[in-house]
């Protein structure tokens, strides 16, 4: 779904851009930790892993005595008795002997008959202190950081390519030494291309599984800093619209008392009298005014929750009969016929006994006002086991329905002149609206054009009401 920003269009695209890259950065970082760590920890297992292979295979060849005097046959270097505090690693291949003057004659066959004992995977090599090959069997193996294992005196571990490149293998190397003397380097090597491969391949779909999750953080992103900033466009659209509104109705009233005043001040020689119609417009336009900057406070306070409501308990029908009382003779000015249908139950609600009677007063001020000579308005109470429904019912002039879902809009009005010429606002429902929800509540409307308009008002009953709730007789007053 997309959204759209209107006014301040710029500011929101840049607010989500902005949202969006910080998202988009926080889940390639997380994602980054985490693959780098499950990388590391995979490569260290499997090292762990082949390490051992080696370790195990090394003294397990080096503890049989055949290997040891084959070895030594072959490298005249070590013709001499050794102590092996060695860990090796072996490989298949050709035996050669890099030793040249010396050599026995039998060499081939001694250096055949060790590369029969090694495992197919191994790979064997012997340096001299120099670092110079002295022996090899099966694929070659690079020289290693001697130099390392001679300062440490301990084996040592690398990965390197062997065979152009065609094969990995996982190396130990480790001094060889007599009473104290180093006689040479034995360097042992695992074909680990297998083993070392799948880390490679998992670096591969670690970083093809990025680039995509990359790409869906980007659009989710996008999607869901859309629809979170939604609400907040929304609500910017409608304060800038309410101030373009508020300021509208302001400026349509002090004109009206500029003008009336500039009538009196050009009539500034006559009197009191003769200039009481004009500052009788200029004192009307005052009061409306009035109304409106403080239906206007209100609203403003309600959308930053600045404005306190009282919890106390309310009877909702002290209050449906004063704003009755108050009405009545309204409704008989106009010919209306006003009835008041009460519940026998009580009816309490928890709240604000003012903005209550205030919600009334909207109510029952837009019935009278929209309805016809001879016409009806109904204020009705009833009382259900947890809630408590208030309606107002009149025989006035509707709403379209395609108008009822907006009503309740701040500066609202389905007729500009009607409202203009009834004293209108367009703010009243809002605040009734207002009120209903601050008291957890709900107002629906039901209209049908020419016919009449019903507001229904259902409040949460007050706790601690211990009367069993019937479908109770409603007493009825008439007012014509």
Partial sequence: MATRYAGGNNLFRTARIKVTLLLVALLVGLYLIMAGGVYVWVRQSTLASLDNVVR???????????????????????????????????????GSSQSGQGQPPFAHSLSTRLRDMLDPNFAIAVYSPTQKLLYSVGTSIGTPQLSFVAS??????????????????????????RGGNLLGFLSIGYNATRELTVLSRLIHILLVVGI????????????????????????????????????????????VIQSNLDIVLTHAHEGVMDNLEWLNNAKAEARRLT????????????????????NERVDLQKIAEGVHDAYAIYAESKDIQFLLERSADDAYVTGDADRLHQLFVILLDNAIKYTQEGGRVT????????????????????????????????????????????GGLGLGLSIAKWIVEAHRGRISVESTLGVGTTFRVTLPRAAGVHQAVEQSDTSRVDYK
């Fill in 291 to 310: 109304r409106l900057t403080e239906d206007l406070l209100t609203l403003a306070r309600a959308d930053s929750t600045m404005t306190p409501l009282r």
């Fill in 56 to 94: 195990f295979e090394s003294f397990s060849l080096l503890s049989r005595g055949a290997f040891v005097r084959l070895l030594i046959a072959n490298v005249p270097a070590l013709q001499v008795p050794i102590d092996p505090i060695l860990p090796p690693f072996f490989f298949g291949g050709n």
């Fill in 152 to 177: 440490k005196g301990q084996s040592f571990f690398t990965t390197q390519w062997t065979d152009h490149g065609k094969i990995l293998l996982r190396t130990m190397t480790v001094e060889i030494r």
């Fill in 379 to 422: 204020l009705r109470e009833e009382v259900t086991k947890g809630t408590i429904v208030v309606t107002v019912e009149d025989s006035g002039i509707g709403i379209d329905k395609s108008e009822q879902g907006l009503v309740f809009e701040r500066f609202y009005r389905s007729d500009v002149a009607r409202e203009r010429e009834t």
């Fill in 212 to 255: 995509g999750g990359a790409l869906l953080a980007l659009l989710g992103s996008f999607y869901a800093s859309g629809r979170a900033l939604s609400p907040i466009a929304r609500s910017w659209e409608r304060q800038r619209q309410f101030v373009g509104d508020a300021s509208h109705e302001l400026r349509t009233p002090l004109a």
